[in-house]
């Protein structure tokens, strides 16, 4: 990708540091602009470190750009890890998605990871169907956070965090915008955004996990990932997955359940996801549990992914890039990819009124 010309490059407010705004941040910085990241929060304290970094698209919606965006995003996951393996922290893994019941048409990014249907019963569970069977990148989140922001520092990207945020997030936003004398404000604060942009549309889609130590000495086959939202023991609300994390631990999970603003993991929880979780896997029954988390997903409708004029004087142009739900890693480089389309069509529209109006 080639760097803009001077005239173009513009001074730009990242707000939010979790994997969409790294992203977004890295993708306008390869383009020659200069970039600020202002982040309330910073890793290892955001939602995108809990995630289990499992690239499916869940919970996500429109269907024709996440088709796009997830495509964007997968291969950039397998370019990283073939370019940087485990200091990236991403890793390509088999794995099976079961279903009770097979749907009759499958998504349309399943071509793209050679999906295949198996039945057999060394495969597939007496209470399904049938299962997908691909491979898919699984991002270590404690590695590839750190990583991606070592990645951003290089390419000239400055990372500051407020002293103190007031009563109102947007005061402290605005404040920054100024005092970084930016052309454009790039909004990917997520659930923040009910606040930032009083959208109730966005609202917490609360996750539960638990992070188990690997019994490599149980384990007869390879690592895999195995996940299902249906069957006796699941649910929406009460999806069960298995997902490899680094070379010896496990993310189980997990819920699903919206409008709950917890963050805190009860022993019934732990208890009832691991169980589950052993129904499909066995041989993590008795796995000792080294970290429980509970995140709350920026669920909406649909992606907001959009440009605003707010006041031609003061910000001349915001690019709001929030709501992922529970795809935030599945979509971050497409809706990257995204952005720095629609500022430098912005840019562009605008130049060209100046020089039809000088006509």
Not at 79 to 97: A, M, T, W
Request: glycine share 8%; proline share 6%; charged share 25%.
């Amino acid at each position: 990708m080639t760097s803009t010309s001077w005239n173009q490059r513009r001074r730009v407010l990242v707000l939010g540091s979790g994997i969409i705004g790294l992203t977004t941040a890295i993708r306008l910085a390869e383009r020659g602009h200069k970039v600020l990241i202002w982040s309330k929060d910073r890793s290892p304290n955001l939602t995108s470190d809990g995630s289990g970094g499992y690239w499916m698209p869940f919970h996500i919606e429109p269907e024709e750009l996440v088709n796009e965006w997830s495509i964007e995003a997968l291969r950039v996951f397998r370019n990283q890890s073939k370019q940087y393996g485990k200091e990236c922290g991403i890793h390509i893994f088999p794995g099976r998605v079961l279903h009770e019941h097979l749907p009759k048409q499958v998504p349309y990014w399943t071509h793209y990871v050679n999906m295949r249907i198996v039945t057999s019963p060394d495969q597939v569970p007496k209470e399904f169907e049938g299962a997908w069977k691909f491979e898919s990148p699984i991002v270590n989140m404690d590695v590839y956070m750190p990583w991606l922001e070592k990645q951003a520092r290089t390419l000239g990207v400055e990372i500051l965090s407020p002293r103190t945020v007031g009563p109102r997030l947007i005061d402290a936003a605005l404040d920054a915008y100024r005092h970084f004398a930016a052309e454009v404000l790039i909004n990917c604060t997520g659930l923040g955004s009910r606040e930032l942009c009083n959208d109730k549309s966005v609202i917490p889609g609360r996750g539960a996990t638990l992070r188990v130590l690997s019994n490599t000495r149980k384990q007869q086959k390879p690592r895999e990932f195995i996940t299902t939202s249906s069957g006796p023991f699941s649910s929406n609300e009460l999806p069960t997955y298995i997902l490899p994390r680094g070379d010896n631990l496990y993310t189980l999970g997990g819920t699903y359940y919206e409008n709950d603003w917890n963050t805190q993991v009860s022993p019934e929880e732990v208890v009832d996801i691991q169980r589950r979780c052993s129904l499909l896997l066995p041989e993590i029954k008795d796995a000792p549990v080294v970290r429980t988390w509970a995140g709350l997903r920026p669920v909406r409708p649909q992606v907001r992914l959009e440009y605003e004029i707010l006041d031609e004087d003061n910000i001349p142009l915001i690019i709001h890039n929030y709501g992922h739900g529970g795809a935030g890693v599945t979509v971050s480089w497409g809706c990257a990819k995204h952005v720095v389309s629609l500022l430098e069509d912005c840019y562009a529209a605008k130049e060209r009124r100046i020089l039809a109006s000088r006509l």
